[in-house]
């Protein structure tokens, strides 16, 4: 899936099964063709193991605009791998209000209560869409992307108290529910914005996290029954992988992985929402609420 029809962002989401020719059903494969655009690469996990690495590594930078160039290191996959799920996402938006770089400067971040680090602080005062939420005793803004379609959502706690990053209570209260509940009360505020420019890369083994959550039987070859998808009796998911990239910089976001209107009333005060301490951030398709990409910022480096 693509925008290849509007300027306003490029956004390119692609899945993919890699796997032995196993003979998957075909009921299989045209049911994830037609739900989800995906089909088969064939590749050899058992002869030609670097090969199958290559290709879909190969296959991922591509979609990702090469800035996911390697998904699969050296090791993550081996002669027993039968199958590789790849789901990859691109997004490149501007802002609707730019930063001026030649306000830009070095600012201190806070890490926790006494650690701090020096970042690279872009500023500007426009009208944002704002909110405080005082059950948490955080900020909320969003920074809308060209034409609206798409925003950045932040949503800084006041200040840190301890040596922690400030975001467990707001991590543990934050629920998809609670993030439409707060966007929806935003209101367009004069804002004084302080956000760092900043660019995150990482990659997360998710097989205990998805365990913990209940998903046992698909790890366990012993267990997994996968027989809607193959005639073969022996396969099972080995391993969930997910990398990540995200840059946000004067001009706008670029990210890969692997709403509602708003009231038409304003408050008439300035706010300030200086991000130099640990904060969230989520890019949204404002229609539909869909939370394309969701992460932290909590350190430079």
């Not at 001009?251 to 706010?271: D, Q």
Request: glycine letters at 4%; charged letters at 25%; proline letters at 4%.
């Amino acid at each position: 899936m693509n925008n290849k029809g509007s300027s306003a962002y490029a956004m390119n989401l692609a899945n993919r099964l890699f796997g032995e020719d196993l003979h998957f059903l075909q009921d299989f494969l045209s049911s994830v063709q037609k739900q989800y655009s995906a089909d088969l690469g064939i590749v050899d996990f058992v002869s030609a193991l670097e090969d199958a690495r290559n290709e879909i590594n190969t296959w991922v930078a591509k979609q990702t605009k090469g800035k996911i160039p390697e998904v699969l290191s050296e090791g993550s996959i081996d002669c027993t791998t039968k199958l590789v799920l790849i789901n990859a996402i691109y997004f490149k938006g501007d802002w609707a209000n730019k930063f001026n770089t030649e306000q830009t400067m070095e600012m201190p971040f806070q890490l926790n209560k006494n650690e701090q680090m020096p970042v690279k602080m872009m500023y500007q005062k426009e009208k944002f869409p704002f909110n405080y939420i005082p059950e948490i005793n955080c900020r909320i803004l969003e920074l809308p992307y060209v034409e609206q379609e798409l925003s950045m959502i932040i949503i800084l706690p006041e200040s840190i108290d301890d040596n922690t990053t400030g975001l467990q209570q707001l991590e543990n209260e934050l629920s998809l529910e609670k993030l439409h509940e707060w966007t929806d009360n935003m209101m367009p505020t004069d804002v004084h914005v302080h956000l760092p420019k900043f660019k995150i890369e990482d990659s997360y083994k998710l097989k205990s996290h998805l365990a913990g959550m209940g998903m046992l039987d698909i790890f366990d070859a012993g267990r997994a029954d996968l027989s809607g998808m193959s005639g073969s009796n022996n396969l099972f998911l080995s391993e969930v992988i997910h990398k990540s990239f995200v840059e946000v910089n004067e001009e706008g976001t670029e990210a890969a992985a692997a709403s509602a209107g708003i009231a038409m009333m304003c408050l008439l005060r300035e706010e300030e929402f200086n991000a130099d301490h640990p904060f969230l951030f989520f890019i949204r398709h404002n229609a539909t609420k869909n939370i394309l990409f969701y992460g932290r910022y909590s350190s430079p480096i």
